[in-house]
Nanobody
Framework: QVQLVESGGGLVQPGGSLRLSCATS????????MGWYRQVPGKQREFVAH???????NYTDSVKGRFAISRVNAKNTVYLQMNSLKPEDTAVYYC?????????WGQGSQVTVSS
């Protein structure tokens, strides 16, 4: 059974930093690309960042230079380091794994950027 368990969300002031973690189980982690998405109420879930199995990354334009996705295969975990946070980054963040048959999602982590 594939599981993605997120941690690290919270409340932070504008300009602050947070790191999200997504620990996986039930899957041969090192062979899969991983992603982070986010969603605000009333809007569609949107792509944030992606990392391939060999470590290549890409980001949505609004977070380039501020967010960094990384992975530690030995820990079966993907991370999202978020720096210089803005109020518009406020959302529920989800980690994502595209499996062979279906997609898998974490439970979601609330990130709130507010003074």
């Amino acid at each position: 059974q594939v599981q993605l368990v997120e941690s690290g969300g919270g409340l932070v002031q504008p300009g602050g930093s947070l790191r999200l973690s997504c620990a996986t189980s039930g899957v041969f982690f090192r062979t899969y690309a991983m992603g982070w998405y986010r969603q605000v109420p009333g809007k569609q879930r949107e792509f944030v960042a992606h990392i391939t199995s060999d470590g290549r990354t890409n980001y949505t334009d609004s977070v380039k230079g501020r967010f960094a996705i990384s992975r530690v295969n030995a820990k079966n975990t993907v991370y999202l380091q978020m720096n210089s946070l803005k109020p518009e980054d406020t959302a529920v963040y989800y980690c994502h794994l595209r499996g062979v048959i279906t997609d898998y999602w974490g439970q979601g982590s609330q990130v709130t950027v507010s003074s």
